[in-house]
């Protein structure tokens, strides 16, 4: 096996909130991971399903991001942006 090139390989420490909600048509459980790597944004993850995103408030004004992202309709994307954007 040859040498392992890492590009970068840090710990840091971060805060992490874990939350579960029930919109209209299913259910949200979600981890928020807050950490100084991405500039301000959040790394959520959709543990239900198995999808994440880096989000920052510029993220959830575009067009299509979160439908994108998470793979969700229209409906079930702008109940997971309003609860976002009251966090972010």
Known sequence: MKERFFLYD???NTKTRFV???????????A??????????????????S???IIGEDDLREEGYLE????LDEEDAEELRSFLTELL
């Open 51 to 53: 999808r994440f995103a």
């Open 32 to 49: 928020i991971v807050q950490t100084d790597r991405h500039f301000g944004k959040h790394l959520v993850l959709d543990m239900q399903g």
């Open 68 to 71: 994108y992202a998470f793979q």
């Open 20 to 30: 579960s909600f029930v919109g209209d048509n299913q259910r949200f459980d979600l």
């Open 10 to 12: 840090d710990i840091e």
